[in-house]
């Protein structure tokens, strides 16, 4: 429990910190290069999910995260493995930092739009709660491969 709470507090820190820094720094339509064209920064706000789909669902998604964030507290309590509680502490980070955008960016409760600002070439416009889903889907695909359960036991014939 104390490794998913601490991942899951330094990720939601890290988060909303970027994101205060990318509106007081940044202006909406001028990319700043940081390193050559592989990445940039690219303030935007986004109403949407991934890639901006979604965009007329804002509520929709809203919902969906906090029952994922609260489905994660919930099962975090089974947690036996360093693997998953890293998984779990990515994931709700992740999941609540674009919560709070939502909830508490204009233009209105449950309607704010997500703070991107990383840009990579093909690709969406991104932010540190993106990355965190992502490495969490990640690890959770590699502690299923490796046989290891959610409470640390592996499953036999799994090496």
């Known amino acids: 429990m ?3 709470g601490v991942v899951g507090l330094v990720v939601l820190g890290l988060d909303q910190l970027t994101k205060v820094l990318a509106l007081q720094h940044l202006t909406p339509g001028e990319p700043v290069n940081v390193i050559g064209s592989l990445l940039k920064f690219n303030l935007i706000r986004n109403p949407g999910a991934a890639f901006s789909l979604g965009s007329d669902f804002t509520p929709v ?3 969906i995260q906090i029952i994922v964030a609260i489905g994660v507290v919930w099962l975090s ?3 036996g493995s360093v693997g998953w ?3 779990f502490g990515f994931l709700f980070g992740g999941a609540v930092g674009n919560i709070t955008d939502r909830i508490f960016r204009e233009p209105s409760p449950f309607h704010g739009h997500v703070v991107d600002f990383l840009q990579t070439p093909h690709w969406a416009i991104f932010n540190v709660a993106d990355m965190a889903v992502t490495s969490a889907a990640i690890l959770l695909v590699i502690q299923t491969l490796r046989g290891i359960k959610l409470d640390g036991t592996k499953d036999v014939g799994k090496k």
Do not use: D, E, G, T
Request: glycine content about 0%; proline content about 0%; overall charge positive.
């Open 61 to 63: 998604i809203s919902a």
């Open 2 to 4: 104390v490794v998913f």
């Open 85 to 87: 509680a890293v998984a």
């Open 77 to 79: 309590r089974k947690l």
